[in-house]
């Protein structure tokens, strides 16, 4: 770090009252490598500008874990300056070379945590997609394929909705039907397995692999998941034989391998660890990882030639999807009906149970033609609503079952089955017809393993693999 830099008194960035008072005292910079001793212990890391939003009695440290701390001016006893490097930000662009040979891949940007940088003035992660700061920053992606690139959106995943369903999936439809060789989707990883179940019921039958990638850490932080997740899901679009929508991301807490997931049987299962997805109610279709691919599974859909893709871009938005609670009011259910809500998802207890206070109203939903189906919060498992009476009278009310779909999947299924027909006959229909895994004729006893720590064979076990 070059220590050649303007005077505290120029480089404070926004500070004003305490803290600027507190900068000025110990002649720190912001952008300065610092270690801060305060009365609560000592911090190190990069002295970041003030924030709009924040007050002026902190100063902001982003720490070698990448963590931003605020810290209180009253408790600094000292800064000392250790380094100092001025902040650039932008990731240089480069323009993505071309190899004969190479298969052709594109990757369409959605926005999220992958296509972001840290913006220090908001001290907030902003989406940045372009696809030339992509190749700037993981050049290895040239070693694999001849890679086109293309901002549909730039949201954080939690704005994707059916809208952006639809348009991704015209324009990856487009995109086989040119002859693409591979798809890669990148993608904010909160809703990800939203966007993998869309496009797994609009994109039918794709003759190529359709790849999700996100990263739950930005590329400014050391231990980002962006480059390593790209790459393996890049591999995959261009040299798997799966072709299938997947959603390709870190398989175990180390950069060991990445792990490809069924888009109708993957979700998000960890707020902030890398190794987040999870296959729920089945095991993964392959690890991948330098070197190639380990198939997990054996019954997926080969890669083909043909440019034979079916893409039905339909949604319905008045869908809803229901956490079922203790004591839930039928009230919820009855203003979705008077909302003009044409369809329902509840997330059942046990086996897919509500309590009883809430029949009525799904009697009345069921007079008024709201398609109401079940799933179980269990997440693992099946709903079985034949054991109980209470699952029999609410299957005589029309709640129809669903097997072992996932909420968040039988929420998107049911938008989209509504959104090409009206006909509950055939929405019930398409609903109970599997097209990808969706719903599945039994678990495998290898997939369900919860290792919960501290458990004394559990250790043992856990010991022996992470030797
Ligand atoms: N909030 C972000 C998103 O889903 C998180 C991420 O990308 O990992 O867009």
Request: charged share 20%; hydrophobic share 35%.
């Amino acid at each position: 770090m070059s220590t050649t830099s303007p005077p505290a008194s120029e480089n404070t960035y926004g500070y004003k009252g305490d803290a600027l008072a507190a900068l000025k005292r110990f002649g720190a910079r912001v952008w300065g490598q610092a270690r801060v001793s305060t009365t609560r212990g000592a911090f190190e890391g990069i002295i970041l500008p003030r924030s709009e939003n924040d007050d002026d009695k902190h100063i902001v440290l982003k720490l070698i874990t990448g963590y931003n701390v605020g810290i209180a001016t009253h408790t600094i006893n000292a800064i000392e300056e250790t380094g100092y490097k001025e902040a650039h930000y932008q990731i240089p662009e480069r323009e993505f070379p071309y190899s004969e040979g190479k298969p052709n891949i594109k990757l369409f940007g959605t926005g999220g945590t992958i296509a972001s940088r840290l913006d220090y003035r908001t001290g907030a992660v902003i989406p940045a997609f372009s696809p030339g700061e992509l190749y700037g920053a993981v050049p290895e992606l040239a070693d694999i394929c001849n890679l086109s690139t293309e901002k549909l959106f730039a949201v954080f995943s939690e704005n994707m909705g059916p809208q952006q369903y639809t348009k991704l999936a015209v324009a990856i439809g487009e995109e086989i039907k040119n002859g693409i060789d591979g798809i890669v989707v990148g993608h904010g990883t909160d809703t990800m397995h939203h966007t993998a179940s869309a496009l797994a019921f609009m994109v039918q039958r794709p003759p190529v692999p359709i790849v999700l990638v996100g990263s739950q850490r930005s590329s400014d932080r050391p231990s980002s998941d962006a480059a390593l997740n790209l790459i393996h899901a890049t591999k995959t679009a261009a040299e798997s034989d799966i072709a299938e929508v997947m959603v390709s991301m870190f398989g175990p807490t180390s950069d060991e391998y990445g792990l490809l997931h069924t888009g109708t049987r993957v979700r998000k299962m960890h707020s902030s660890y890398r190794s987040t997805f999870r296959t729920i109610g089945d095991v993964p279709l392959a690890m991948v990882d330098n070197d190639g691919f380990k198939p997990l599974k054996t019954d997926y859909n080969r890669r083909r030639k043909d440019r034979d893709v079916i893409v039905k871009p339909y949604f319905e938005e008045r869908v809803a999807l229901i956490y079922y609670y203790p004591n839930m009011h039928p009230d919820i259910i009855d203003s979705l009906i008077d909302n003009g809500y044409r369809g329902i998802v509840i997330a059942g207890t046990g086996l897919g149970h509500v309590n009883k206070p809430v029949y009525p109203a799904v009697r009345r939903a069921r007079d008024a033609g709201v398609a109401i189906y079940m799933t179980v919060q269990t997440l693992w498992g099946y709903v079985h609503m034949s054991v109980y009476d209470t699952g029999r009278d609410l299957m005589a009310m029309g709640i129809v079952p669903l097997a072992n779909m996932l909420p968040e999947v039988a929420y998107v299924k049911l938008g989209w089955a509504l959104g090409q027909t009206g006909d509950l006959e055939k929405v019930k229909e398409l609903m109970l017809t599997p097209i990808c895994r969706e719903t599945t004729d039994r678990e495998p006893y290898n997939g369900y393993l919860v290792f919960q720590g501290g458990i004394p064979e559990v250790e043992t076990f856990l010991h022996k693999i992470h030797k």
